[in-house]
């Protein structure tokens, strides 16, 4: 499927099948079925799905699970926080936007990415033409406030010299804006992947990427609570055992990933390329290296009120649930 035209109903179902809250998948439970420890594992527009279904590392799981898909971080700490997820995957200031709004979780694991998988898109024939343009301008942010988007808008900003009360800034959840920027509603869009690249592949422009700005860091994220149940807790480290296998089998089969992400998302294979070659695909232990880059990010993020308040990271992280993969 590489015709951009002859996709886009597929690829628009695909964004509104990700919208629904929450939108728990039909993946059968594989093992022993309906047997305790079930998980309820929380992903993102099914970029973690993707992986594992192309993988096959959650095959003979000797637990049971099921798939909650959500549009963006928001929604998804949502849904964490009243406990309909077990897990959840996102990147830095998301994790601490919702420690912020009291989501009772820890961060378990690191996923390592690329920080090109997120910018500010302008549409291709765009007056703007750098960053310093953005003065006067109306920049909308995916998916709403505490987002890797926000820290990058804010980052470019800085880095350019130009204040944020210059810019208007509007938060959009990412499925709307997506359709806006297409139907050119939007002229300046701060996104992250996949969406990042449906725009680019749609004749958007890249203003500024994240190399420089964003850690190019996520984080796994389990619920307090499943943490408290022994079942649960153990199933977790199995879990996250298969997806450090699941991000080696990546990393050595890039192009059977990419084919299995197309399939999943019936978004055109030379987008499915691009966006599982900047994936945060390696899945490792929290390391001190990563506290310490979190807790810039916290820091910053205070400072520039992006957060209402400091974080302690340390005091949401577990790093001994899962020290080493098995």
């Not at 002859?6 to 695909?14: D, G």
């Not at 953005?134 to 998916?143: A, F, K, N």
């Not at 997506?178 to 680019?200: E, N, V």
Request: proline content about 5%.
């Amino acid at each position: 499927m590489t015709d951009l035209h002859h996709s886009s109903v597929s690829r628009r179902q695909w964004l509104q099948r990700a919208a629904a809250l929450p939108a728990l998948s039909a993946l059968p439970l594989l093992g022993r079925a309906q047997t305790p420890p079930a998980l309820v594992l929380g992903d993102q527009a099914g970029g973690l799905r993707a992986l594992f279904e192309a993988s096959k590392a959650l095959d003979g799981a000797p637990f049971s699970w099921r798939w909650a898909n959500f549009q963006g971080a928001a929604p998804l700490f949502e849904a964490q926080r009243s406990g309909a997820v077990d897990t959840a995957m996102a990147g830095d200031l998301p994790v601490l936007a919702a420690a912020v709004g009291k989501t009772p979780l820890k961060i378990v694991a690191t996923r390592v990415g690329k920080a090109d998988s997120l910018g500010i898109v302008v549409q291709g024939n765009s007056s703007i033409r750098s960053v310093a343009d953005l003065r006067g301008q109306t920049v909308v942010v995916s998916s709403a406030r505490g987002s890797i988007s926000q820290y990058q808008l804010y980052g470019a900003l800085e880095e350019a010299g130009v204040r944020r009360d210059e810019v208007s800034i509007k938060f959009v959840l990412p499925t709307d804006a997506s359709t806006a920027f297409s139907s050119k509603q939007i002229d300046a869009w701060a996104i992250f992947d996949p969406y990042y690249t449906i725009a680019l592949q749609n004749g958007g422009r890249i203003l500024r990427d994240g190399r420089g700005i964003n850690t190019a860091l996520g984080f796994i994220t389990a619920s307090e609570e499943a943490l408290a149940d022994a079942g649960k807790r153990k199933a977790i480290v199995q879990f996250l055992d298969r997806l450090a296998r699941a991000g080696d089998w990546a990393l050595a089969h890039p192009e059977a990933y990419a084919q299995a992400y197309t399939q999943l998302t019936r978004l055109p294979i030379e987008a499915a390329r691009t966006i599982t070659a900047r994936a945060a695909v390696t899945g490792r232990p929290v390391s001190e290296a990563d506290i310490t880059a979190l807790q810039t990010v916290a820091d910053r993020s205070a400072r520039d009120g992006i957060l209402p308040v400091r974080v302690d990271v340390r005091a949401i992280t577990d790093a001994q649930l899962w020290p080493r993969a098995a």
